[in-house]
């Protein structure tokens, strides 16, 4: 018997240029979110659901049940709109089990307050590496790939990969390490585990940031990262990798929403508890990052 190939509908949010991807086993089915965008207008502060009700909107017109909203790590360039995702269509929003290690380095970075929890207690499943977990008729299997940050995962279904911010497309290549907890020496074990499956399996990007030469894409191959990747392609070393990434790591600016993003994604999405003039409010470390 072949086995069921997993259907993917994926939406991009051009403000951030991440994409959220619906992977389900057949219409009427069951489904899985891969990493949801809340819009979120930084001079503002405002916050929509514009991009979030494209993906609502897909999956209720392909009468799905959603079992999972799944996060790849917290992101450090767009807020999460899981909550709002889940309060609409359902599933159990889950991350990787080092999320906890996250939350205790920026629970100190930001300050926050002491009842914050550092245990993914705001999360409903915590995945360890290798665990599996069913989304219908899908057998889907979690991978710790840390490097990026220490919490990100890969989520595994069928012939289908969704990699979070360990790859990019080959033309664009890897993600930055220098980001708390982050290691070049661990990414490129993660990257190398991901290509290790076979060529023809399908790797759905978190970000696209495209040359102008082409559109935005949201799936490349295994076999063309291995041949092309800029910077993990077949051929490049460890010790090649980690000294080019290093090196440009140290030229980047940070992302323009990490410091409104970090403090959301680290509660699930949710954010900072509402103040005495009921009013929610993010903080803006000065001279810290």
């Known amino acids: 018997m ?12 051009p403000a951030t240029s ?31 659901h514009t991009r979030a009700d494209e993906v609502i909107a897909f999956v209720r017109a392909q009468n799905l049940t959603v079992d999972w909203v799944l ?3 917290a992101h450090a360039d767009h ?6 995702v889940k309060a609409q269509v359902g599933g159990k929003l889950a991350i990787g089990r080092a999320i906890q290690r996250v939350q205790g380095v920026f629970k100190t970075l930001f300050h926050l ?33 840390p490097g990026h940050t220490p919490a990100d995962m890969a989520f595994v279904v069928g012939d289908a990969v969704f990699v979070g911010d360990t790859l990019f497309m080959p033309d664009v290549g890897s993600a930055r390490c220098d980001f708390p907890g982050g290691d070049a020496h661990q990414l490129f074990a993660s990257v190398r585990r991901i290509l290790a499956q076979p060529p023809q399996t399908r790797l759905f990007m ?16 295994v076999a063309e990262q291995r041949k092309g990747n800029i910077h993990v392609r077949d051929g490049i070393s460890e010790a090649e990798f980690v000294a080019m990434r290093q090196t440009r790591d140290a030229t980047l600016a940070m992302p323009n929403l990490i410091l409104p993003s970090v403090q959301v994604n680290i ?23």
């Open 206 to 221: 978190c970000h696209d940031y495209p040359p102008a030469t082409r559109a935005s894409q949201a799936m490349c191959t």
């Open 267 to 289: 509660r699930a999405g949710h954010l900072p508890p509402a103040e005495s003039d009921g009013h929610h409010y993010l903080k803006l470390p000065v001279n810290v990052f």
């Open 18 to 48: 991440t994409y959220t991807h619906v992977v389900y086993d057949h219409a009427g089915g069951r489904a899985a979110i891969v990493d949801p965008v809340l819009d979120f207008d930084a001079p503002s502060g405002r916050t929509a």
């Open 113 to 145: 307050e002491p009842e914050f929890a550092t245990d993914g207690s705001q999360f409903d499943h915590l995945f360890a590496d290798g665990d599996t977990f069913q989304i219908g008729d899908l057998t889907a299997t979690a991978w710790h790939v």
């Open 71 to 73: 996060e790849t790590h």
């Open 2 to 13: 072949t086995a069921l190939l997993p259907q993917v509908q994926s939406f991009l949010d």
């Open 79 to 84: 807020l999460s709109a899981a909550p709002y």
